[in-house]
């Protein structure tokens, strides 16, 4: 199983909207709703902030957001804040005895 | 509040074999409603999923390809832990390895991490 293609970087600056892309196979991310997207700060776990495409966690700012179209997952952060800058994960569902599949990660940088 | 706890040695030689602790509080390892996963990170391989445990009548088990003849993972009733074993390890070893809950507030989503444990193999 393949690791998910996210973009290495996506910047933004304050209030701005950004989306980062997740491609996977029509294996993975096209055959099943259980997409998920985790936020990590340098040193520390990830943090689950997106499930089933597009649900949230309680908890989690209504900022965030997810969609799904075909093989490709997007997550959308709207209002930026210098608190989102870190790094993004998507992951998939597969199906399979090896359950999950993760992306390559993006940077979030917030300028 | 639900919280895995992690606990296990940060150094290894090569050949040696690995073993970690997640202490389970605020769910029970033997619930028919999570799944209970080992992660591992390295810069070289990202966030890669090792392995799970699970209660459906009979204890289930799935490894990744990459680490099954290697890893068991072990599940604990009497302490409501779970922990992973990885035997013969080597410096391609080397990462930060999580224990993390899927499934009960999140369908296959894994909702809660441990802290995070930095294993290093190195002779």
């Known amino acids: 199983q393949s690791a998910l293609t996210q973009p290495a970087s996506v910047s933004g600056s304050p209030g701005q909207s950004i989306t980062i892309s997740c491609t996977g196979t029509?294996?993975?991310?096209?055959?099943?709703?259980?997409v998920s997207w985790y936020q990590q700060h340098p040193g520390k776990a990830p943090k689950l902030m997106i499930y089933?495409?597009?649900s949230r966690p309680s908890g989690v700012s209504d900022r965030f957001s997810g969609s799904k179209s075909d093989n490709t997952a997007s997550l959308t952060i709207s209002g930026l804040q210098a608190e989102d800058e870190a790094d993004y994960y998507c992951?998939?569902?597969?199906?399979?005895?090896?359950?999950?599949?993760f992306g390559t990660g993006t940077k979030v940088t917030v300028l | 509040q639900m919280q895995l706890q992690q606990s296990g040695p940060g150094l290894l030689k090569p050949s040696q074999t690995l073993l970690l602790t997640c202490a389970i509080s605020?769910?029970?390892?033997?619930?028919?409603?999570?799944?209970w996963n080992w992660i591992r990170q390295s810069p070289s391989r990202g966030l890669e999923w090792l392995g799970r445990t699970y209660l459906k009548s009979t204890w289930s088990y799935d490894y990744a390809t990459s680490v099954k003849s290697r890893m068991t993972i072990h599940p604990d009733t009497s302490k409501n832990q779970f922990s992973l074993q990885l035997k013969s390890v080597t410096p391609e070893d080397t990462a930060v390895y999580f224990c993390?809950?899927?499934?009960?507030?999140?369908?296959?989503?894994?909702?809660?991490w441990g802290q995070g444990t930095t294993v290093t193999v190195s002779s």
């Open positions: 993390s809950r899927a499934g009960r507030n999140a369908p296959h989503g894994l909702d809660v």
């Open positions: 029509s294996s993975d991310i096209g055959s099943y709703i259980y």
């Open positions: 605020g769910d029970s390892v033997s619930t028919d409603s999570a799944t």
């Open positions: 992951s998939s569902y597969t199906g399979t005895t090896t359950p999950y599949v």
């Open positions: 089933e495409v597009s």
